[in-house]
């Protein structure tokens, strides 16, 4: 079992919690939240070796890209340990049944706290891990299993890799979490209308650009830009009728603001408020689609692989024409 948070005062480095929890009320969740939300990103190899190196600490002085990396893995783990934790803290389980924890100086909070402060913790988490692989991404010579893990190639997967480079498009309020939702949408987005423009050759030659890190032509840049712009509209579109509009980890909400709560209420957009986000959404997507085509097209020559994928670029057909004298081509 990989081990980051040895006692309660580890975690609550990152947390706001009392002294009076114990260790096991926190602890026990933390494989489950590793395996759950960080081991896809990180690869087996990796985390294990930073929990040794934590575990032998202090006897054994952690390397140093060791000791970077760890707290950058225990802030998002600290989160995400504390959200599965959440629904535990508010009973108590033992041989008279399941109760519910209060005394004389607390009561139970409400449930729409509750659910803030959950919603809260998973967006700290998934920012955060955000970060971490942003980190890891900076650094990796510094980190060769993370390099030959599937999370490596996990994380360069798409033309939108990050919440940061989605956001730059289309505003999703810098949220992990709502990107990974809509992560799903863009494999969609890529697969069939980007595919339809650029051919499947010139878009995978276009994505392995993106995981060497090559350096690219400003004709290049353009290319991706078009279809980075491309694909946030047309997934902001398809996302819509499957619960979006306004996006933020609720769904599809529109934000209400009253004078009793500064932070807003949220509720299910309207039919027509969907579909107008639908229409502008595509109306901006099959815009830069359109650009993307122009742009390839009148720099034909520039590009072969996609020149020469005939998928995209039809051999055109020739016209016979007849006359007195015989036959000829247009």
Same mark, same amino acid.
């Given at each position: 079992?990989?081990?980051?948070?040895?006692?309660?005062?580890?975690?609550?480095?990152?947390?706001?919690?009392?002294? +009076?929890?114990?260790? $096991?009320?926190?602890? &026990?969740?933390?494989?489950?939240?590793?395996?759950?939300? /960080?081991?896809?990103?990180?690869?087996?190899?990796?985390?294990?070796?930073?929990?040794?190196?934590?575990?032998?600490?202090?006897?054994?002085? /952690?390397?140093?890209?060791?000791?970077?990396?760890?707290?950058?893995?225990?802030?998002?783990?600290?989160?995400?340990?504390?959200?599965?934790? *959440?629904?535990?803290?508010?009973?108590?389980?033992?041989?008279?049944?399941?109760?519910?924890?209060?005394?004389? $100086?607390?009561?139970?909070?409400?449930?729409?706290?509750?659910?803030?402060?959950?919603?809260?913790?998973?967006?700290?988490?998934?920012?955060?891990?955000?970060?971490?692989?942003?980190?890891?991404?900076? $650094?990796?010579?510094?980190?060769?299993?993370?390099?030959?893990?599937?999370?490596?190639?996990?994380?360069?997967? /798409?033309?939108?890799?990050? %919440? +940061?480079?989605?956001?730059?498009?289309?505003?999703?309020?810098? +949220?992990?979490?709502?990107?990974?939702?809509?992560?799903?949408? /863009?494999?969609?987005?890529?697969?069939?209308?980007?595919?339809?423009?650029?051919?499947?050759?010139?878009?995978?030659?276009?994505?392995?650009?993106?995981?060497?890190?090559?350096?690219?032509?400003?004709?290049?840049? &353009?290319?991706?830009?078009?279809?980075?712009?491309?694909?946030?509209?047309?997934?902001?579109?398809?996302?819509?009728?499957?619960?979006?509009?306004?996006?933020?980890?609720?769904?599809?909400?529109?934000?209400? &603001?009253?004078?009793?709560?500064?932070?807003?209420?949220?509720?299910?957009?309207?039919?027509?408020?969907?579909?107008?986000? *639908?229409?502008?959404?595509?109306?901006? %997507?099959? $815009?830069?689609? %359109?650009?993307?085509?122009?742009?390839?097209? %009148?720099? *034909?020559?520039?590009?072969?692989?996609?020149?020469?994928?005939?998928?995209?670029?039809?051999?055109?057909?020739?016209?016979?024409?007849?006359?007195?004298?015989?036959?000829?081509?247009?």
């Amino acid at each position: 079992m990989a081990t980051f948070f040895k006692t309660i005062d580890d975690l609550k480095k990152y947390l706001s919690v009392t002294k +009076s929890y114990s260790d $096991n009320e926190f602890l &026990t969740r933390q494989q489950y939240a590793l395996d759950q939300y /960080m081991n896809k990103w990180l690869g087996t190899g990796l985390i294990a070796d930073i929990s040794a190196a934590y575990d032998a600490a202090p006897d054994t002085p /952690m390397p140093a890209a060791k000791a970077a990396l760890l707290p950058l893995i225990q802030l998002p783990l600290a989160h995400f340990t504390f959200y599965e934790h *959440i629904p535990f803290a508010q009973v108590v389980v033992d041989d008279s049944g399941i109760s519910r924890k209060e005394n004389a $100086n607390y009561k139970t909070a409400y449930a729409n706290q509750v659910a803030l402060l959950r919603k809260s913790t998973l967006e700290t988490a998934y920012n955060s891990l955000e970060t971490l692989l942003q980190f890891l991404e900076d $650094n990796e010579t510094d980190y060769p299993l993370w390099v030959a893990s599937t999370g490596y190639t996990l994380n360069k997967a /798409m033309f939108i890799n990050k %919440a +940061s480079v989605f956001n730059t498009h289309y505003s999703i309020n810098m +949220s992990r979490l709502v990107f990974k939702e809509l992560t799903p949408v /863009m494999v969609d987005v890529e697969e069939f209308q980007i595919t339809s423009i650029t051919g499947n050759a010139f878009f995978d030659e276009l994505k392995g650009l993106i995981a060497a890190k090559t350096a690219l032509t400003a004709g290049q840049q &353009t290319i991706i830009k078009c279809i980075q712009k491309a694909i946030a509209y047309y997934t902001i579109a398809e996302a819509i009728p499957i619960g979006w509009t306004k996006f933020d980890a609720s769904g599809l909400v529109v934000i209400e &603001t009253t004078g009793e709560a500064a932070q807003g209420n949220t509720k299910t957009a309207s039919a027509p408020q969907a579909s107008l986000k *639908i229409k502008a959404a595509t109306t901006k %997507a099959n $815009n830069w689609l %359109a650009k993307l085509k122009t742009y390839l097209q %009148a720099n *034909i020559d520039t590009y072969p692989t996609y020149k020469n994928d005939t998928t995209v670029n039809p051999e055109e057909t020739p016209v016979i024409m007849s006359t007195k004298k015989g036959f000829y081509h247009l």
